[in-house]
Structures are given as C-alpha cells and as structure tokens.
C-alpha cells in the first residue's frame, strides 16, 4: 500500500504546533503524534534519531494506526512499538476513550467491533466515525496496530519461539501473523528476529518455528511460569515514580504483593474478560493464565524494566496492559501538569510535585475489597484484614521472589467464602459479599467500559458504601481520571488552603476547573496535605 497522507484530512495534525517538538526530538511529546514522512512511506516517533526530516515532507498523525492507515509503514530504528502510545484520554470523546481502553486490553482479540459498541452502548456505524473523527483510523486498524506492534516488540526485546510471539500479540493464526508482518515490514518474522541485535540467541529457538505451524490454538503458548519474560515499557517524562511506589507500598497486600524503592511485584490470575467467555467458564474455572511479575524503574531514563513468570503467554500482552494501567505509563503528565497549574491553587502543588500519576491497580475488585475493609480503621488495620483474606482464601503460589505467597482469591470465591473469624465487622462482610456477587453476576463491571456516574451509582446501592468508596474505586480500577472522592476529610481541609475545611458541595464546586484531570488533583491534594503535616506521602489514611 502506498501513503496516501493527503487524502486523510481530519487525521492529520497541525505540524507548525508541533514542529519544535519534532525539531528537537522532545520525549515529552513520544506517543502524542506520529510522523509519516511522505518520502520514505515510513512513520515514525518524535524521537526517532534519524535526520530531521524537512517539514514540507512529513504529515503527523494523531496515532500509529492513523499513520499505517494512510500507508505508512513503522521505522525500523525509532521502532514505534516501543512508544508510550497514544493517551486514551487524547481522543476527547468518552465513547472513543473508554473503547481505546478496552481495545489495549484486547477486547478485539476476542470479541466483535458489535460487541466492542454494545460494550458503549453505541451504534456500530456510530463508533467507526467517531474513531475515524478522533483518532484517524477504524477500531479494527487499531487493533491490529496494536498487535503489530506487540508482536514486533516480542521479536526484538525476547527470544520466545515466533509461534509463541504469534499468540501473545493475539493474532488468530500463524498464517495470519506471517502476512501481516511480511507486508509491513517487508520482511518474515525469522527474518525480523535474525536481524535483531538478540539474533545470536535467538536463532536456534526461531528455528522450531517451521514445526510448530500445525500447533493447536488452544495448545500455543503453554509454559511454565518459571520461565522469565523481559521488556522494556517507556513512558513520558516528568513521572514522579517514588511517590507512586509509595503509594503502592502503603498498601501492599502482605503474600500478594511486593514493593522496594525502585520496584514492584506481584502474583496475578488472569480470566477471560468478554461476556461470552465469562459465561461459558462460569467465572468459576481454572483461570487462563498465571505467575507473577517484578516491575523495575530505571532512574537513569524514562522506562521500566518488567520481568513476567506466565504459564500462558499467549496472556502476555494482557499482563503488560494491566502495569501500565498500574503505574498509569500512558498518562501525558507535561499536559496534565501544564492544564492544573493554570489553578493558582494548583501551581505549587504542580511544580512541588511533577510528574504525579494516579496509581491504578491489577484487580479492581481487589481494590474494591480492600477500600471497603479500609473504613474506619487505621491503613496498617486495613492490609492486616486484607492478608488474612488472601491467606484463608487464596490459593497458595510458590515462586523465588520474597513476599510473592498467594494469588488474591477472585469475586466467584469470595461470593460464597465465609469471611467470620477474621477481624471482619459483620456490615464490611455484608458489602464484600455483595460486591462479589454483582460483579460476577455482571451488574457490577469493574473496568474502563464501565461510565463514572452509571458505576457510582450502581457501586453505592450497596449497603455499606457510600460515594467516596465509589470514586476512589473508580479513580483507581476504572483508570478515569475525573474520578473525585469530594467527601474526603483531608481533600476538604487541603483545598481549603489555611481556611476552615471546605463541605463536600463547596469542593465539588471548586473542582469544577479541574476537570477532566480531577483524580490527578486528589494526589496533589493528599501530597500537599502531607507534606504540611511533616508527614511522608503515603502517612495517609486511603
């Protein structure tokens, strides 16, 4: 296919706004637009260390699949699989928002675009436009942009047999996987691999590739855990990452998870997530993949080493989707920062504390359990609660990695466990047993699809939790960033300045500028707040 970058129109960006981020190769903008240079046909990253290309040959797009779909292939060098990727927010639009989540998460390799609109409620015809409107390219080229590039990342960073990269990526078949990569990169996956700066080692397993064809789907991908999978994950700078660790270390579930000061591990299950599949397996039956994963920040450049111990790994990209869910990798901080900082209120809370995401999770209803065993008691209480559940129900794992002893038991085991003799006050029981079952029932869904105010309200039906439980939920397992627990005691008295504490109607009413980043300013507000009270970041009640 050859470019075709001017018969795009609206995918196209304005290059004079970006040009002086593309003349000096900021890192800042990597993965907000992409660069098709017209006389090449090859699309690359901001930072790609080739020559500046001059400006009256390249068009920018607003996302990789806009740029493939206008006929550009990726570059070779810049390699655009390893970009931050595209922030789902960018879009401006819930629908394409909450679909580009999903997408990442791959809905798409397992599902239909009908039932990805259904999922949105949203006419199929309608969502096609409003990605073409957004984002330059029809949800299935985004899907298969996505794949394109795990796999490609697979091929250059790892040494898994090319059978095993195919399934991974989530393509359907080798056959498939072998033409889509030949008519991109014009050149097979053995050859890719070959020419790779790992082809020494990874030759002799490539070479199984060719027997392993005729391989069963159901059977691709099979290992044992305790075998490692390195990649790097690169994100944009600034990234406060110590306070997010801190964040996570606070409340780290003893046996489940891990912190130190420039890591993070955990043990992790994971199920089919599409409703048929949901059914079919009765949320009750063996999970589709497990292990474990150590993710290290690297202080000396804007990345994140991520070690996975997986007995599937054709779960693998879906493993990689949830850490950067966690360590919120795809948020645009530069934006964001730049966007609150407009707040005389917010601008020393901005510069004091660059770079602040908003910590997400593996499990919302892990998050959900543990909030809800977080009322009223002291953090320490809280995760002194939530390891007694892992460690009656859970399901014991056995790895190297210290303090990595249980997988967190699932909504289907704990909407019929018994949660008496743990400490548990019958009410918090009560609400834990409930959640469970409406997630698994699906009234309750615990993800991107789910709507801020559809799942607020749904959540807070339950007895026993009220709307901060719900924004906080949301702002951590639902990745929306204008989740807002306006209830919260220490966000009143933060926003409050040297004043008497707000009401939570005066603070809904003041974050009203604040949005769409109102989640980012509930961690500047607890930080600040911290800080004021001589107290460390993560010395907070949450």
């Avoid at 794992?397 to 909407?415: H, Q, V």
Wanted: proline residues 6%; charged residues 20%.
């Amino acid at each position: 296919m050859r470019p075709q970058p001017l018969a795009e129109g609206a995918t196209l960006l304005d290059s004079s706004v970006y040009e002086q981020a593309r003349q000096t190769r900021d890192a800042r903008y990597d993965g907000r637009f992409f660069v098709g240079v017209v006389t090449t046909g090859i699309y690359c990253r901001p930072v790609c260390p080739v020559r500046v290309p001059k400006q009256e040959n390249v068009r920018l797009y607003r996302s990789a699949a806009s740029a493939a779909s206008a006929g550009f292939r990726p570059c070779l060098r810049c390699r655009p699989e390893s970009s931050p990727g595209t922030p789902a927010w960018s879009s401006g639009s819930w629908k394409v928002t909450r679909a580009l989540e999903l997408i990442e998460r791959g809905f798409l390799d397992e599902a239909t675009l009908a039932a990805l609109a259904a999922q949105l409620t949203i006419g199929e015809r309608q969502l096609g436009r409003l990605f073409q409107e957004h984002v330059g390219a029809a949800p299935s080229e985004v899907a298969q942009t996505r794949r394109l590039h795990f796999a490609k990342k697979l091929i250059d960073e790892t040494t898994l047999p090319l059978t095993e990269v195919c399934f991974a990526a989530g393509f359907g078949s080798v056959r498939r996987f072998n033409a889509v990569v030949k008519d991109t990169y014009n050149k097979s996956p053995r050859e890719l691999r070959l020419a790779s700066s790992r082809s020494a080692l990874s030759a002799s397993r490539s070479d199984s590739f060719a027997n392993s064809v005729t391989n069963s789907v159901n059977n691709a991908g099979q290992r044992s855990a305790g075998v490692p999978i390195t990649l790097r994950l690169s994100y944009r700078p600034p990234f406060d990452w110590r306070a997010l660790l801190a964040f996570l270390a606070y409340r780290a579930i003893p046996g489940v998870e891990s912190v130190g000061e420039q890591s993070y591990a955990r043990s992790f299950c994971l199920f089919a997530e599409t409703e048929s599949m949901q059914l079919a397996r009765d949320y009750q039956h063996q999970p589709v993949a497990q292990g474990h994963f150590i993710a290290h920040f690297c202080p000396a450049s804007p990345s994140v080493t991520l070690t996975v111990w997986i007995d599937n790994t054709a779960a693998l990209q879906r493993v990689v989707e949830r850490v950067r869910a966690i360590f919120d990798l795809r948020a645009d901080s530069a934006a964001i920062d730049a966007a609150l900082a407009k707040d005389p209120q917010l601008a020393p809370l901005v510069s004091a504390f660059a770079g602040t995401r908003v910590p997400g999770c593996w499990s919302g209803f892990e998050v959900a359990v543990r909030a809800i065993l977080g009322q009223q008691v002291t953090v320490k209480a809280a995760s002194t609660l939530v390891a007694r559940v892992a460690q009656r129900h859970g399901t014991s794992y056995d790895c190297d990695t210290p303090g990595i002893d249980y997988f967190f038991p699932e909504p289907a085991t704990l909407a019929r466990a018994s949660l008496d003799g743990l400490g548990i006050v019958q009410a918090r029981i009560q609400a834990i047993t409930e959640v469970a079952q409406r997630v698994v029932s699906g009234s309750i869904k615990l993800t991107p699809s789910a709507s801020l105010t559809d799942f607020v309200k749904s959540f807070c039906e339950i007895k026993g939790i009220g709307e901060w439980t719900a924004h906080y939920v949301a702002m951590r397992a639902l990745s929306d960033p204008n989740a807002f627990p306006h209830s919260d005691l220490i966000l009143l008295r933060a926003a409050a300045g040297e004043g008497a504490a707000l009401k939570p109607k005066q603070l809904l009413q003041r974050a009203a500028a604040w949005q769409p980043w109102r989640a980012y300013t509930v961690l500047l507000l607890w930080r600040s707040y911290a800080d004021k009270q001589n107290r460390t970041p993560t010395a907070l009640k949450k």
